[in-house]
């Protein structure tokens, strides 16, 4: 039996509390947890802050995001009295693409906005994951099509660890109720119809009856959808 089976035998049915506490036994220091300050990331923020889980919680600061989630990243710090650890985009990088193309260079291909998250959030990330052996997100098969193939306990080959998805069968409703219950702080843009939220220039309100991730590079078919974090794994 492989590590993968392992460990999806041992906490793969566990409560999201249980399995981060399990998973973060056996990768002493070699665990971290992404959050871009959304609703299913404060509650895993939650769970690992109030809870004094040894679990490092990071997030990627792309230069780009909306005040509204500085002021979460905050006063999320200011709950909890933890550090979240901030990676940034290599300047080198960045300076070459903007001089090259300007500021808004992801508006006009989808090569060009992948080519700006390959700069500001996929070359961070695999910084922010080496040395590490799990990596914990607040992915929901809910989110999108894609996601539904995915597995709640999955090996990233990209990165080469175990990706764990505490609350990936949750429903929206539960994450709502969550929150409420536990009093935690979260960005007020998912009141104004904002479900998904990174960086600003690409990310607009979502209308009635429009896909959970419409708002995210709404300018683009709706089949390329993600930035390149988190692809479908085995």
Same mark, same amino acid.
């Given at each position: ?17 249980? $399995?981060?506490?399990? +998973? ?5 220091? &070699? ?33 780009? +995001?909306?005040?509204?989630? %500085? %002021? ?19 300047? &080198? ?14 508006? =006009? ?6 080519? #700006? #998250? ?10 922010? +994951? ?10 929901? @098969? ?56 990174? #960086?600003?220039?690409?990310?607009? $309100? ?20 993600? #930035?390149? +974090?988190? =692809? @479908?794994?085995?």
């Amino acid at each position: 039996m492989t590590e993968l089976e392992d460990i999806r035998q041992e906490v793969g049915e566990l409560e999201p509390i249980k $399995a981060l506490a399990e +998973l973060a036994n056996k990768f002493p220091g &070699e665990i971290v947890f992404s959050t871009s300050f959304g609703w299913e990331d404060q509650v895993i923020t939650h769970m690992i802050f109030a809870n004094d889980l040894p679990i490092k919680i990071f997030t990627l600061e792309t230069g780009r +995001l909306f005040p509204e989630t %500085y %002021y979460v990243w905050n006063r999320t710090m200011e709950m909890y009295g933890k550090p979240i650890h901030a990676y940034y985009p290599n300047n &080198e990088l960045l300076e070459k693409m903007v001089n090259a193309k300007g500021p808004s260079s992801f508006y =006009e291909s989808v090569e060009n906005r992948k080519e #700006c #998250c390959g700069i500001r959030k996929v070359e961070p990330l695999k910084r922010a +994951l080496a040395g590490n052996k799990c990596w914990v997100t607040g992915i929901r @098969a809910e989110q999108s099509v894609g996601r539904h193939d995915m597995h709640n306990i999955e090996w990233d080959e990209q990165n080469n660890l175990i990706k764990f998805h505490p609350i990936f069968s949750w429903t929206l409703d539960q994450v709502k109720a969550y929150i409420r219950e536990n009093n935690i702080p979260y960005n007020t843009l998912h009141d104004k119809g904002f479900p998904s939220i990174g #960086c600003s220039p690409c990310t607009r $309100a979502v209308q009635p009856g429009e896909d959970f991730r419409a708002g995210r590079w709404w300018w683009e078919d709706q089949s390329k959808k993600e #930035c390149g +974090l988190h =692809e @479908a794994h085995k």
